[in-house]
């Protein structure tokens, strides 16, 4: 009879005993657990802060820096510049080198990543060395090696070395000529805007007519005569009527160095040199990989259809190869961001060694400094994924 | 680099979660651990610097010293950690030292902003410029156009920009975070000047590769009264660290010397009676025992021993009494009376 019962009704489970109550209930904790952890956190800073009479809050971001930073990429200076200024300050010295060094780093990975793979014994050995040299040694190693051993061994400034067309370089940096612009820039820009236009809609219509009828237009050569030989164009007639838009400032000899003229710190140089080299290790070796991932088929294929090793390269293998690069190459890219704070070690302003450093220090707020500046890594971080996930979807295999 | 996260993750998590020392504290944790921890230079010649045994040597070390004479009867009982001016007060506000003596300004805002208290002013200072002197620059009026190196966090770094401002003159300013990366920026030839404490110039120049080939400039542009920092809050511990020094003072004011200290017992100076506690009771009242200053003078000396022994004449950096002599002598030092 007993059996029949148990059919007919199954036998009522304690609530306690039902997993997905259990599970809910483990969930509320842990959140619970998390939130309390985070609010005793902050109620006890604030009270120790207050005891120990620590200003708080983020009003010190419009109090008056009195400091100055070398390279600004807003007016930023003693007098007038707040914390907040400062703040923007490093921020974009930060983006500034990481972009660049994101642009480099992505050229020279690729080209020696493809290098290892060459059928060259030489050029392959070279780009294994590369590589295995680079991504062994300690980043900070590396970077102090290229401020202090090789932009440190640079001349002084009284002995410059001249480069020609108003190139400088020194101990000091590298010096430029400046370009100023005159009021007839716009025209210049203009020609330029309708020359990237005019490229682009005669792209298409190629591509186009490519695909129809097969035949293939000088698409290389007119875009070089629309983007450079017409501007250039312009320019040397508009500087022929008398109406330059574009002069140059010469770097000059001043007391103690050259004035005048655009200046790179070796600071940034030095940091970027480090970051590029050091990041297109292992860029090479995921481009590597990522070419491996391509099956040996489709080179013969395109091989067989009568493609040059570089047509077949180009438009057979790293399309498919970019499948499985840009997953480890979007961490790449910012792994680069990150280790650009280490211009701390070597006095390059960037967002840690201006914000974290002077302005954590003249202010002591270290609580809101870090927070601020943990924030800006990640939302940077973020960002780059974030693009770079679009980018992935766009070339990822399309199933059906 | 790592130094600075140290002591920044360990400012963090001390306020965040650190139910928070009482503010009479330190005395009795001092006590319980056995010894003093005490935020020191990373390397200042003559101020703070660990020699080739690693035994720490300088004024300012040496204050250290005789806060842990003063408590244990043993100035050995001290561990000294390095701390870059960037971290320094982040360190001293979480409680990561006790006493903070490593050539630190006093200012207001220190005070006030970063809730610090300077008891003392173990040495007046003011900073000055060292270039090179195949430059053929005189005066730090003549920097206009120059690269200066110096260091970042500090008073040195403000009163820097103030004075190019003040004198409508241009530089370019090369920022480190730790003394010994600016010195050696500026000695490979990255800046045309060096600046910090008149004091440091002196010292720093001891390290350069050829030393004869710097000189220091006339102008003293700041006023920078060095001494030890305690936290806020806790005006025991303030007390101190305040009467150490004026113990120092007065022993040197009144002659008490580290190889005389025995004999001056006896001595029928009230005020000498009182410094030594054989009269009163003045060392109770603060935490500690009566012969406290008696300790102090035994195993470190006075202030004019340590200063002379460190930095003064019998010393590399050879600096002269100038502002730091006894008021008596027309300097600024002057203790306060133990009454």
Not at chain 1, 44 to 71: C, H, M, P, V
Not at chain 1, 366 to 386: K, Q, R
Not at chain 2, 160 to 170: E, H, I, P, S, V
């Amino acid at each position: 009879m007993q059996t029949a019962v148990s059919q007919t009704s199954p036998p009522q489970k304690s609530f306690l005993y039902d997993p997905k109550v259990r599970g809910i209930f483990y969930q509320v904790v842990l959140i619970v657990g998390i939130v309390y952890l985070f609010y005793m956190a902050a109620t006890n800073a604030i009270e120790n802060l207050q005891r120990a009479k620590i200003a708080s809050g983020f009003g010190f971001l419009n109090n008056t820096a009195g400091f100055d930073i070398s390279q600004t990429l807003i007016q930023f200076s003693a007098a007038g510049g707040t914390y907040g200024d400062a703040f923007i300050v490093g921020l974009l010295n930060t983006l500034l080198v990481s972009a660049i060094g994101i642009f480099f780093t992505t050229i020279l990975g690729f080209v020696i990543g493809i290098a290892r793979l060459s059928k060259n014994w030489m050029v392959a050995k070279v780009a294994m060395v590369y590589v295995e040299v680079l991504r062994n040694i300690p980043l900070l190693v590396q970077l102090l090696f290229w401020y202090i051993a090789v932009l440190g061994a640079l001349p002084q400034p009284r002995n410059s070395l001249e480069m020609g067309a108003g190139f400088y370089l020194n101990a000091r940096g590298l010096f430029m000529a400046k370009p100023i612009y005159g009021p007839n820039i716009s025209i210049l820009v203009a020609v330029l805007l309708i020359g990237l236009i005019g490229t682009f809609l005669y792209r298409r219509w190629a591509r186009k007519q490519q695909e129809q009828t097969g035949r293939q237009y000088p698409v290389g050569k007119v875009t070089l005569a629309l983007v450079l030989v017409l501007p250039v164009l312009t320019w040397i007639v508009l500087a022929l009527v008398g109406t330059n838009p574009i002069t140059f400032e010469l770097p000059r000899k001043g007391t103690f160095n050259l004035t005048g003229g655009m200046q790179i710190l070796p600071e940034f140089v030095a940091l970027l040199l480090g970051l590029v080299t050091y990041t297109a290790a292992f860029i090479a070796e995921v481009v590597r990989a990522g070419i491996l991932a391509v099956s040996k088929g489709q080179t013969e294929a395109a091989g067989s259809l009568g493609l040059t090793p570089g047509q077949t390269l180009r438009l057979v293998v790293i399309p498919q190869a970019m499948r499985v690069i840009i997953p480890p190459l979007t961490s790449q890219y910012l792994n680069l961001t990150k280790n650009s704070s280490l211009a701390v070690a070597i006095g390059y302003p960037d967002l840690v060694q201006v914000f974290m450093g002077t302005v954590l220090n003249q202010t002591g707020q270290a609580i809101e400094v870090v927070v601020i500046t943990m924030g800006v890594y990640l939302t940077i971080s973020l960002v780059t994924s974030f693009i770079m996930n679009i980018y992935n979807r766009r070339v990822a295999i399309v199933e059906r | 680099m790592k130094k600075a996260l140290v002591s920044i993750a360990f400012g963090l998590t001390a306020s965040l979660f650190a139910t928070g020392a009482s503010a009479q504290a330190t005395l009795n944790s001092v006590k319980q651990k056995g010894f003093l921890t005490c935020g020191s230079n990373t390397g200042l010649a003559g101020f703070g610097q660990p020699d080739a045994q690693g035994n720490w040597t300088g004024l300012d070390v040496d204050f250290c010293r005789a806060i842990a004479a003063a408590i244990f009867d043993d100035p050995t009982k001290v561990r000294f950690i390095p701390l870059a001016a960037k971290d320094r007060f982040t360190a001293l506000q979480s409680g990561e030292v006790d006493v903070l003596s490593r050539n630190s300004t006093a200012t207001m805002s220190r005070e006030t902003q970063l809730g610090l208290d300077f008891p003392a002013i173990n040495y007046f200072d003011g900073q000055g410029f060292m270039v090179r002197k195949k430059l053929g620059v005189a005066s730090a009026k003549e920097l206009n156009g120059a690269s200066i190196c110096t260091q970042q966090g500090t008073t040195t770094e403000l009163n820097l920009a103030d004075y190019f401002r003040a004198n409508n003159m241009k530089y370019e300013v090369v920022a480190f975070a730790t003394s010994d990366e600016t010195f050696k920026a500026y000695d490979a030839g990255r800046c045309d000047a060096f600046t910090t404490d008149a004091s440091g110039l002196y010292a720093e120049r001891l390290r350069a590769s050829a030393p004869d080939d710097h000189i220091v400039l006339p102008e003293i542009i700041s006023k920078e009264p060095l001494g030890p920092a305690v936290r806020h809050g806790d005006n025991q511990w303030g007390d101190i660290v305040r009467w150490t020094h004026n113990a120092m003072l007065n022993a040197e004011e009144l002659g008490v010397t580290k190889a005389n200290v025995e004999q001056m017992k006896n001595s029928e100076n009230p005020e000498i009676k009182r410094l030594l506690g054989t009269e009163g009771k003045f060392g109770e009242a603060t935490g500690l025992t009566n012969d406290w200053a008696v300790r102090i003078i035994k195993h470190v000396g006075n202030y004019g021993e340590v200063f002379e022994k460190n930095v003064g004449e019998g010393s590399r950096l050879k600096i002269k009494r100038g502002q730091n002599a006894q008021w008596t002598k027309g300097g600024l030092q002057y203790g306060i009376p133990v009454r």
